[in-house]
């Protein structure tokens, strides 16, 4: 009984790295954000720092997000230097989260609750669409948050705080959610180590974003302030009551976190430690954060498990706390609607045959990347850089404008992606690049190599707006 949980983590941890594996494999991973992240790790491993050619010149990625917990990367990636290698460590470090939320349920209501919650905690929807977007560092919050959570679930403060601790080295919004952990025990435990929990929390979060990110930003402050600027934030604060009673992504959002509990994690105080996320996402005026896309609700799944567990450990001990029938529905209710999600989200590509084969133009592909030589200058399509950013210097096509100074450009003409440039724009790009002197080497499936002749100058199409990200940071 005692190995459930480890089971069920190792079933899951096979599970994600098949996945994110394959898709990489496959071309389906893109520069933003595997292309950077990898990038920043490769900067660790060399020791020269976390330099973000993707992001412009000499760019510092502590300047973007501080987040030097990517700096533990730098071991594995020296024994295997590679963009697999930051997939596999979030494949290991999400599946691991399941092991304190099955661990907590085992104890307290038995083995077939340890796996029902600690698969649904690992088949959510929100790990599935942080596993399908690449990497990104907040893999490191996730089992984290998992560990603290559940530790707050059983009283145990100290263990509480010194797994929430290690999140301010993270991500800056992450202290937010340490204090909140220390407001947790503050109300319900001890209040010496509640208010240690607040105070160190809301100082790491005011430092990083006052202090230490304009320090190494190019533009001297915290680049995503205008995602709550413009006076949106106190309008959208007045506005969030209407948007939470109303059709739209918000609250589409909130109910999906809740519907494979049964809608029962918003019984438990645990929630709490959910609330600085949530918060910032919703007051958010940027549409990217509202949704169920990208990897924003990853470190909000073992919250809302946690949550159930807390909510069911409870009824059974004090009786009456739910209706019976309720408390044994809850968990055959919780499978179907994880199993229920599956096809809606990115997990979807397990059951459809799309990674289970190489289509010809990725053989292809792989041929034509081959001819690049090691620590050649590159500008490639979004899909294609990734494939590069272990051994050469690797732009992204199109952005930032000084693509045109490379020695090498690699696209995909047959299935270009659309960012940062719209397809007919990049054909008139790459039209551009060959009249200023570079030439066809390649070209095998639409995937065409070209390398800049000697003395050659690039004429750069004029009035190339600045893209917006796939993904809003």
């Known amino acids: 009984m005692r190995f459930i949980p480890w089971g069920v983590t190792l079933t899951l941890f096979l599970v994600y790295a098949f996945f994110t594996a394959r898709r990489h494999e496959l071309l389906l991973t893109s520069g933003y954000d595997l292309g950077i992240f990898e990038q920043g790790v490769r900067g660790y491993a060399e020791g020269r720092g976390p330099i973000v050619e993707l992001k412009g010149p000499g760019f510092n990625l502590l300047g973007d997000h501080f987040s030097p917990a990517l700096a533990t990367l730098a071991p594995f990636y020296w024994l295997w230097p590679s963009a697999k290698t930051l997939l596999l460590a979030q494949a290991a470090t999400m599946a691991v989260a399941a092991v304190p939320i099955s661990r907590w349920a085992l104890r307290g209501l038995g083995p077939v609750a340890a796996v029902v919650t600690g698969l649904g905690y690992g088949l959510s929807w929100g790990l599935a669409s942080a596993l399908g977007f690449d990497f990104h560092e907040i893999t490191f919050a996730v089992p984290l948050i998992a560990f603290s959570v559940t530790a707050l679930g059983e009283r145990r403060w100290v263990a509480a705080l010194a797994w929430a601790a290690p999140l301010v080295?993270?991500?800056?919004?992450?202290?937010?959610?340490?204090?909140?952990?220390?407001?947790?025990?503050?109300?319900?435990?001890?209040?010496?180590?509640?208010?240690?929990?607040?105070?160190?929390?809301?100082?790491?979060?005011?430092?990083?974003?006052?202090?230490?990110?304009?320090?190494?930003?190019?533009?001297?402050?915290?680049?995503?302030?205008?995602?709550?600027?413009?006076?949106?934030?106190?309008?959208?604060?007045?506005?969030?009551?209407?948007?939470?009673?109303?059709?739209?992504?918000?609250?589409?959002?909130?109910?999906?976190?809740?519907?494979?509990?049964?809608?029962?994690?918003?019984?438990?105080?645990?929630?709490?430690?959910?609330?600085?996320?949530?918060?910032?996402?919703?007051?958010?005026?940027?549409?990217?954060?509202?949704?169920?896309?990208?990897?924003?609700?990853?470190?909000?799944?073992?919250?809302?498990?946690?949550?159930?567990?807390?909510?069911?450990?409870?009824?059974?001990?004090?009786?009456?706390?739910?209706?019976?029938?309720?408390?044994?529905?809850?968990?055959?209710?919780?499978?179907?609607?994880?199993?229920?999600?599956?096809?809606?989200?990115?997990?979807?590509?397990?059951?459809?045959?799309?990674?289970?084969?190489?289509?010809?133009?990725?053989?292809?592909?792989?041929?034509?990347?081959?001819t690049v030589p090691d620590d050649a200058r590159v500008a490639a399509s979004n899909r294609l850089v990734p494939q590069l950013t272990n051994r050469c210097e690797v732009t992204v096509f199109g952005w930032p404008q000084k693509w045109s100074t490379a020695e090498w450009i690699v696209v995909d003409e047959e299935q270009p992606m659309g960012w940062p440039l719209s397809p007919d724009r990049e054909r008139q790009e790459v039209a551009a690049a060959k009249r200023g002197g570079f030439h066809v080497v390649r070209s095998d499936h639409g995937i065409t190599l070209l390398k800049r002749a000697a003395g050659a100058d690039v004429p750069v199409a004029p009035d190339v707006p600045a893209p917006g990200t796939p993904e809003a940071g």
């Open 169 to 370: 080295l993270v991500k800056e919004d992450l202290g937010i959610t340490v204090a909140a952990v220390g407001a947790y025990i503050l109300w319900r435990g001890d209040r010496r180590i509640g208010a240690a929990g607040i105070l160190l929390g809301v100082g790491a979060s005011l430092l990083e974003l006052l202090v230490l990110l304009p320090a190494m930003s190019p533009s001297g402050s915290f680049a995503y302030w205008d995602n709550l600027s413009g006076g949106s934030g106190g309008r959208n604060l007045l506005a969030l009551p209407l948007d939470l009673v109303t059709s739209g992504e918000k609250v589409t959002t909130v109910l999906l976190l809740l519907a494979p509990t049964a809608l029962l994690a918003v019984r438990s105080p645990l929630m709490v430690v959910a609330l600085p996320t949530l918060g910032w996402r919703l007051l958010s005026n940027n549409p990217a954060y509202w949704g169920t896309n990208y990897h924003y609700s990853a470190v909000l799944m073992p919250i809302v498990f946690a949550a159930f567990v807390d909510v069911l450990v409870k009824a059974r001990g004090r009786g009456g706390v739910l209706p019976r029938w309720l408390a044994h529905a809850a968990l055959p209710v919780s499978l179907t609607v994880t199993l229920a999600l599956l096809p809606c989200f990115a997990f979807s590509q397990l059951f459809t045959g799309e990674l289970w084969r190489t289509p010809a133009r990725v053989e292809a592909a792989r041929s034509v990347l081959a």
